[in-house]
């Protein structure tokens, strides 16, 4: 049924498998070779703007989501270059040999640069197709108006990216394509169905404990945080194998497997040199630290066959490295939660909803300075811009004092390192990271104060799995590559009131 119900969402995205940053750097250095020198506006505008969405951006049919020579009415009928609707994006393109500074004679005697040409074509359009974006193009470079800006308006502002430059700076055109919407739509419907995947886990162990009482229940809710955060671990490529956490399971007789799991967590929480080296049963697996298994007290009841059964034959299958920590936060706290259950479904706030908060709070304006910096011409300038850059968002605090499982927090901390990696990316020059060191963003500069403990629980557990996601971020563009394990910093959530 999953599986079904994904297959459909996948054919219904015009969006392909999510490209790696290497793979996009390498089409778009591929790109980039071949349309140097090339650019003849009647014959090669329209397999220059399918090459960039569909080769580099990864749009899986570009005609579907770009229209050619939308018609426009300015008295006659006119033609807008090309048209995107999904991020209202007005193209307009020019030939190699024009210069598109230069203001060009049009057919009502009027004369109007290739911008002021688009801005016409904007200024005709009705209320709900006006653009949001105006890229200005002649092959040899792409400049990207901000129509929301003022500044783009009135003093014909923009981000200029040259086409050289694209394997480095094909980032900046991601809002060509609204991946980030279609991400977050994957993203939810991922973490829903591991939230019904806890569910079936919660519903084979709870029997298991013998008159079972509100300790109990917080066990049972702290030892599922603990087995998906094992199989996030392993499928994350945390641990020794993709398979290390239900190969150890299935190495025990059902007798000895509670045995053998609190002997997991207890090596999950000591470091390799203080453990007994003739336990073998656990080198494989790291030292996590953190805190998630410190607690030794928790109540684990005897494993059956039925629970080796969900973890191994429903869980395991299940790729727990694509859940977003942002959403499975409270989607897990919903459904372990026996008030909710109780009430029947999960309630939380959407990563959409989130950002109609954080961004106008701070998110937008560090973009719109990243975006201010990286158009810095002066080489040296925009390096020591983008490293008092890195200092500035490193030093920034962030408090949620009601932050429940932790998911504006988490997306706020996601959304900053992202910002820090843009900025690490953009310090590139000649295949040369000029950002000495390792990225500054991390979890200790988010803070949150909760009442009810398993959601503190979880709000930490979330935010140790997406420093975990950052760090593989980090590792893909840094040389001097960071240990994911054992995490270096605390989840600063408190249980209070």
Avoid at 17 to 42: I, V
Avoid at 429 to 448: C, H, L, N, R, T
Wanted: hydrophobic fraction near 40%.
């Amino acid at each position: 049924m999953l599986g079904e119900r994904f297959k459909h969402q996948r054919d219904c995205c015009i969006m392909g498998a999510m490209k790696t940053q290497e793979e996009m750097q390498s089409a778009a250095e591929e790109f980039a070779a071949y349309w140097a020198g090339r650019g003849d506006e009647k014959q090669e505008s329209h397999r220059f703007w399918i090459g960039l969405l569909q080769n580099v951006l990864g749009v899986v049919d570009a005609t579907k989501i770009i229209d050619f020579e939308k018609r426009v009415k300015i008295g006659a009928t006119k033609f807008i270059d090309g048209y995107i609707a999904e991020t209202r994006t007005i193209i307009e393109q020019k030939g190699a040999k024009i210069d598109i500074d230069h203001a060009e004679k049009q057919s009502d005697g009027t004369e109007l640069t290739p911008f002021e040409q688009a801005k016409r074509y904007n200024d005709n359009l009705p209320l709900s197709e006006k653009a949001k974006w105006i890229v200005v193009s002649n092959f040899k470079e792409i400049r990207i108006y901000d129509m929301d800006s003022q500044e783009a308006i009135s003093q014909n502002e923009y981000q200029r990216i040259l086409l050289e430059e694209l394997p480095r700076e094909y980032y900046r055109l991601e809002f060509l394509v609204d991946k980030n919407n279609e991400n977050i739509r994957r993203e939810e419907e991922i973490s829903k169905a591991a939230g019904e995947l806890v569910g079936k886990l919660y519903d084979a162990i709870l029997p298991e404990y013998i008159e079972p009482n509100e300790s109990s229940l917080r066990s049972l809710n702290i030892l599922c945080v603990r087995i998906v955060f094992c199989l996030y671990a392993e499928d994350a490529g945390l641990f020794a194998t993709r398979t290390a956490f239900e190969d150890y399971l299935k190495s025990f007789n059902l007798p000895n497997l509670r045995d053998g799991v609190i002997k997991l967590f207890k090596a999950l929480d000591t470091p390799i040199e203080k453990r007994d080296k003739y336990d073998t049963g656990v080198k494989e697996f790291p030292y996590v630290n953190g805190g998630l298994f410190r607690d030794e007290n928790i109540e684990i009841p005897n494993f059956t066959a039925e629970i080796v059964d969900v973890i191994c034959k429903e869980c395991a299958p299940f790729n727990w490295s694509e859940i977003s920590p942002t959403i499975f936060g409270a989607v897990f706290e919903s459904t372990l939660n026996p008030d909710t259950r109780r009430k029947g479904g999960m309630h939380y706030t959407s990563i959409e909803n989130i950002h109609k908060v954080i961004d106008p709070l701070f998110l937008d304006d560090l973009k719109a300075e990243l975006a201010a910096i990286t158009g810095i011409t002066s080489l040296a300038a925009r390096r020591e811009s983008l490293r008092l850059f890195q200092d500035k968002i490193s030093s920034l605090k962030f408090l949620d004092p009601a932050c429940g499982s932790g998911n504006f927090l988490t997306e706020s901390y996601l959304s900053l390192a992202k910002l820090e990696i843009a900025a690490l990316e953009a310090t590139k020059d000649a295949g040369e990271m000029f950002v000495s060191g390792q990225p500054k963003v991390d979890i200790s500069q988010f803070y949150g104060i909760e009442i009810n403990d398993f959601a503190v629980t979880v709000a930490k557990t979330a935010l140790w799995i997406a420093e975990s996601q950052v760090n593989s971020l980090v590792n893909a563009i840094v040389s001097e590559k960071k240990p994911l394990f054992p995490l270096e910093t605390a989840a600063s959530i408190v249980e209070g009131n």
